[in-house]
């Protein structure tokens, strides 16, 4: 059962999202999507990739089952409350889902590169700078704001 986190540390919450959440912003997009089970087995999923990441900021308590609520977070230029979940986390949870829907999840294990294929007369062989991984911009986006980037070093 997903319990939302609504920004008060909650020590039970596994989600930033419901599946009504999800279905309101596939819908304004024009997006298919599964029963409310499948859609909420595919929140677990996403929330399994988005609670890996490297958040800015700190934890605002240490029993909060979750990475967010944060302190120290500034986007734009603005300080995020300390009882706030951001809307562009929400938005990176919904990309997440809809990658998860769509059969490209972001925590299945990454095959080797194919560089040349043949079976039969058919030959395929692929740039030497093109990865397995598929591109998805939009979940970029969305986390490029609360994400620490790879490479930063950082002290408490």
């Not at 909060?64 to 300390?82: A, C, H, K, N």
């Not at 590169?113 to 939009?138: F, L």
Request: aromatic share 8%; proline share 3%.
């Amino acid at each position: 059962m997903l319990i939302v986190e609504t920004g008060q540390g909650s020590q039970t919450a596994n989600s930033y999202v419901s599946v009504a959440d999800f279905k309101a912003w596939a819908d304004l997009r024009g997006l298919t999507y599964g029963t409310d089970s499948v859609i909420e087995q595919q929140i677990f999923r996403a929330m399994d990739y988005i609670e890996s990441l490297s958040f800015v900021g700190v934890k605002h308590t240490d029993l909060q089952s979750l990475q967010w609520p944060r302190d120290r977070v500034i986007i734009d230029g603005y300080s995020v409350e300390t009882n706030e979940i951001p809307k562009q986390l929400k938005q990176a949870v919904y990309e997440t889902v809809k990658i998860e829907i769509d059969g490209d999840s972001k925590m299945d294990a990454v095959d080797r590169e194919t560089v040349s294929e043949t079976v039969g007369d058919i030959s395929i062989t692929y740039k030497d700078n093109t990865g397995m991984v598929r591109q998805t911009p939009a979940l970029t986006f969305a986390l490029k704001k609360l994400v620490i980037p790879t490479g930063v070093v950082s002290r408490a």
